[in-house]
């Protein structure tokens, strides 16, 4: 978790200007939670990063305590000095043991952060610890799928094969059943963001705090090795364009907990 951090801190200059799909997929997911919420909620926003998408989520949901978490001071230093004017609460605390009483809270609400616990098998395990009974859950989490591209092409150039530590939508409906909780609606979307050359794609990836992928980033670090890489990208996937494709593949779920 202290790599992923300092992925983000690194990023928290940058990551307003480079999270632009992150932001997209943020307003779709407020989208889809909104009825399904009550009024005077008490809520958390987990793994709000700069807190832009945090604010949007404050104006349209009904509450009298809102707390923002994340793991990244340097992107928590960015959302206090938004989200403090408006009453929210901000809190350094790894989501693997947030620091909240069980049942004390209505709606957690999770973009595009959830994925970043180290273990996979148990996303949803503190989110389910914290909710009230009946409360919701609302996220979204890159699936299978993400990075295709990329991962395709390095297994080939390494001749070897290894998890991308995305986890399929099986395992996380099996989570959420094993946790209590009944699924209310489920989107899965494919977004292609499109580079010129592989130094842009993973710079975009580094600003957005992004490039930390288990096995991914320990080799894009020698000149000969990225030259090698981008021949093979665009021969295999290159867009008729010269452009480089990068797939996310986005499960979004709103799900509320047994009673």
Not at 203 to 225: D, E, H, I, P
């Amino acid at each position: 978790m202290n790599h992923i951090r300092a992925c983000f801190n690194k990023a928290a200059n940058t990551y307003d200007n480079n999270s632009g799909l992150q932001t997209i997929i943020g307003n779709k997911l407020i989208k889809m939670l909104i009825p399904h919420t009550k009024s005077s909620l008490q809520l958390i926003d987990l793994g709000c990063a700069a807190g832009k998408l945090t604010m949007e989520l404050a104006r349209h949901i009904s509450h009298h305590f809102f707390m923002a978490i994340d793991i990244a001071e340097n992107l928590l230093a960015l959302a206090k000095s938004r989200l403090t004017p408006l009453s929210i609460k901000v809190l350094q605390a790894d989501f693997a043991n947030i620091p909240l009483k069980d049942h004390c809270i209505d709606l957690v609400f999770s973009n595009m952060a959830l994925h970043w616990n180290i273990d996979n098998t148990a996303i949803i395990k503190e989110p389910a610890r914290i909710l009230t009974p009946g409360g919701i859950l609302a996220f979204s989490v890159p699936i299978k799928g993400t990075f295709i591209e990329l991962i395709n092409c390095q297994q080939h150039i390494n001749n070897t094969s290894y998890d991308d530590r995305f986890t399929a939508t099986s395992e996380l409906i099996q989570q959420l059943k094993s946790s209590d909780f009944n699924i209310i609606d489920l989107k899965i979307n494919n977004y292609i963001i499109y580079f010129k050359n592989i130094l842009h794609l993973i710079k975009s990836l580094k600003n957005s705090g992004t490039n930390y992928v288990k096995n991914l980033n320990s080799t894009l670090k020698t000149k000969s090795y990225l030259n090698q890489l981008e021949q093979y990208y665009f021969a295999k996937f290159g867009h008729t364009n010269h452009l480089l494709p990068l797939t996310y593949s986005i499960l979004s779920v709103i799900a509320q907990k047994g009673n």
